[in-house]
T-cell receptor, first 114, second 112 residues
Framework: EAQVTQNPRYLITVTGKKLTVTCSQN?????MSWYRQDPGLGLRQIYY???????DKGDVPEGYKVSRKEKRNFPLILESPSPNQTSLYFC?????????????FGEGSRLTVL | GEDVEQSLFLSVREGDSSVINCTYT??????LYWYKQEPGAGLQLLTY?????DMKQDQRLTVLLNKKDKHLSLRIADTQTGDSAIYFC????????????FGRGTSLIVHP
């Protein structure tokens, strides 16, 4: 079954405690991306990756890091989380190159930073 | 300004038709999409339309595209409580490697 899997789904943490949200896909997609969703603001892109070892900043990259060492995984790293990073996070993938551009989303990771 | 704009809320009565509207700015938009996000879940593609089409119909869903006005709409006939969700309009273009740019989402509330 084609899947985009995020972990953890829910996390409560404290300011400054480093955390990683993992994203894994089994569809051999080239493109992967992280979004955060906040009420009234819709989806905002944090970082994206067009392929292995290629990552770029999205609209709101401050306070986040990513890596793309292998095709299937694209972890989101918060080195020193702050309360303004409390949000719902989504990983999304698409085949890349010529296609309809359909993005496949994970189930989301709800993060609370106290 | 935003590349894709849509109103934030829409409330309809069960059985009525819902129409969610969206405007976009990129004249080179090639694909236009509607995604649905049910409570507690990620977004899922509901339907999409290619820019050389005016209309696409799929069961209760009708998508209308006015390319001249850069206006996209989604009509849901006979709206049911299960249609309550957030609906995101999105567009993609060659200049953006066909990666969708999203609007803020419209919360559709269906009441009895």
């Amino acid at each position: 079954e084609a899947q985009v899997t995020q972990n953890p789904r829910y996390l409560i943490t404290v300011t400054g405690k480093k955390l990683t949200v993992t994203c894994s896909q089994n569809m051999n997609h080239e493109y992967m991306s992280w979004y955060r969703q906040d009420p009234g603001l819709g989806l905002r892109q944090i970082y994206y990756s067009m392929n292995v070892e290629v990552t770029d900043k999205g609209d709101v990259p401050e306070g986040y890091k990513v890596s793309r060492k292998e095709k299937r995984n694209f972890p989101l790293i918060l080195e020193s989380p702050s309360p303004n990073q409390t949000s719902l996070y989504f990983c999304a993938t698409t085949p890349g190159q010529t296609n309809t551009g359909e993005l496949f989303f994970g189930e989301g990771s709800r993060l609370t930073v106290l | 300004g935003e590349d894709v704009e849509q109103s934030l809320f829409l409330s309809v009565r069960e059985g009525d038709s819902s129409v969610i509207n969206c405007t976009y700015t990129d004249s080179s938009s090639t694909y236009l999409y509607w995604y649905k996000q049910e409570p507690g879940a990620g977004l899922q593609l509901l339907t999409y339309i290619f820019s050389n089409m005016d209309m696409k119909q799929d069961q209760r869903l009708t998508v209308l595209l006015n390319k001249k006005d850069k206006h996209l709409s989604l009509r849901i006939a006979d709206t049911q409580t299960g249609d309550s969700a957030i609906y995101f309009c999105a567009e993609s273009s060659p200049g953006g490697s066909y990666i969708p740019t999203f609007g803020r989402g419209t919360s559709l509330i269906v009441h009895p």
